[in-house]
């Protein structure tokens, strides 16, 4: 919930007076660059404050999990396998303990052979896959996805579109690839820091298409 926030980023006021609700389920949010969506995601993970109002996120040291753009801003461990085993640390297993069960998480999606695997040998897309893999293995309630879809390729794409849908926690996407939140209960247009359209996501993408044609012409 976010009630009366301010956000200032260097010089440039991001949101002014910025309030919502954010219940739903699944939650797109949308808008051209520099629109706020990567703020609005800083702010929920507490990763900025804002100078005025007031932001509740759920409680937990570890409740709101955010997936970066860039995956390179999230990857702490050299070896895959490693990365994962930090999700795990709630758990409180060996290292053997937690080193099987990253294995088996992998080998059940066909990625067995990835555990060893340097981050540093990885693609782009392939980096964005272990993020989102740590990002579901960490107890979180809450997944914040900013444009996860950018570095994928199709068959990616609809990899991680399903999992996001048989995902149980409540998840956030910000994306430019409207096809990937047409369908949720909920999509969110922002424009200069401003709620422009705020409703069940055909109608808020349709209006954001045309919107974008219209400029266009
Ligand atoms: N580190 C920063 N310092 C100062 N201003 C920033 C910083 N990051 C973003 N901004 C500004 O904040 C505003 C919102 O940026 P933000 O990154 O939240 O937009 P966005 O909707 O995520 O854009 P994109 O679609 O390009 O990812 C923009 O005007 C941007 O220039």
Same mark, same amino acid.
């Not at 999700?87 to 060996?94: A, E, G, K, R, V």
């Given at each position: 919930m976010l009630d009366g926030v301010r956000l200032q980023r260097g010089s440039t006021?991001?949101?002014?007076?910025l309030s919502l609700q954010l219940h739903e389920h699944r939650i797109g949010l949308i808008g051209d660059n520099g629109a706020g969506k990567s703020s609005l995601f800083r702010l929920l993970c507490a990763l900025d404050r804002p100078q005025e109002g007031r932001i509740q996120a &759920?409680?937990? &040291?570890?409740a709101v999990g955010m997936m970066f753009q860039n995956p390179d801003d999230q990857i702490i461990f050299p070896t895959v396998e490693e990365e994962l085993a930090l999700?795990?640390?709630?758990?409180? #297993?060996?290292r053997t303990q937690a080193q099987q069960h990253v294995r088996e998480v992998l080998q059940a999606r066909g990625?067995?052979?990835?555990?060893?695997?340097?981050?540093?040998?990885?693609?782009q897309g392939q980096r964005q896959h272990v993020c989102w893999l740590a990002l579901v293995l960490a107890p979180h309630r809450v997944l914040l996805l900013d444009e &996860?879809?950018?570095? #994928?390729?199709l068959p990616g794409q609809a990899l991680l579109k399903s999992e996001i849908d048989k995902a149980p926690q409540q998840v956030l996407v910000s994306t430019h690839v409207l096809a990937h939140v047409r369908h949720f209960e909920r999509v969110i247009w922002l424009d200069q820091g401003r709620v422009r359209a705020d409703g069940a996501g055909q109608e808020v993408c349709a209006a954001y298409e045309a919107d974008v044609a219209s400029r266009s012409t």
């Open positions: 006021v991001v949101f002014d007076g &759920p409680a937990g &040291p570890q999700s795990l640390q709630h758990l409180s #297993l060996t990625l067995a052979h990835w555990a060893p695997r340097a981050i540093a040998s990885l693609s &996860p879809f950018a570095s #994928l390729d």
